[in-house]
């Protein structure tokens, strides 16, 4: 990419042709954890989702998630409880038969406090009849963290065994990736 794209900047380049430029050299790559952004509204390989085409930016992306609140509200799920986080990595919720997660980034709170959160949550979904996972928008994060979603329902630690739906993306990449995979 070095080559072709080299000679095209110089002291004159301005920001806007800085910026086209560098957004062409990463293109091809295609890599999940690459993305160039002014706005921070595309979640890394996101721009090259589909899902990006319906939500290209964070006001849509937050539209879409008081639409989904609203229809939980309407199916009788609770409140959602927030993760108490720097940046909003999800919550739950739960009906009278069902539990929702919702995740969207794996990280922004010291691992024993989503732990701690974690286990409010498994309290509330243990006579569920099955949960919701929801990373549809989950830009990833620190393994450790899917970590510790993945033991609350594992057949191993016996917390929640029953049916699980999975809800992921195009906007799902890294350690949602690694959590989908599992």
Do not use: C, W
Request: no cysteine; proline share 5%; glycine share 8%.
């Amino acid at each position: 990419q070095y080559k072709p794209y080299r000679p095209l900047i110089t002291e004159n380049t301005t920001d806007d042709k800085l910026f086209d430029n560098l957004n062409e050299m990463v293109i091809p790559l295609r890599d999940g954890h690459i993305a160039i952004s002014k706005t921070g509204d595309l979640p890394a390989s996101a721009k090259y989702s589909a899902f990006h085409q319906q939500f290209p930016t964070k006001d849509s992306v937050n539209l879409l998630r008081t639409v989904i609140a609203k229809n939980l509200s309407e199916l009788g799920f609770s409140n959602f409880v927030k993760f108490k986080s720097t940046f909003p990595i999800g919550g739950f919720s739960s009906s009278e038969q069902y539990g929702y997660l919702q995740l969207n980034g794996f990280g922004g709170i010291p691992l024993k406090e989503f732990e701690k959160q974690l286990d409010e949550m498994s309290a509330r979904f243990k006579d569920k009849k099955a949960v919701i996972i929801d990373i549809r928008i989950n830009g990833g994060g620190e393994p450790a963290f899917v970590e510790a979603v993945v033991k609350r329902f594992s057949f191993e630690t016996n917390i929640f065994t029953k049916p699980l739906v999975l809800l992921t993306s195009g906007a799902s990449i890294s350690a949602a990736d690694h959590l989908s995979l599992i």
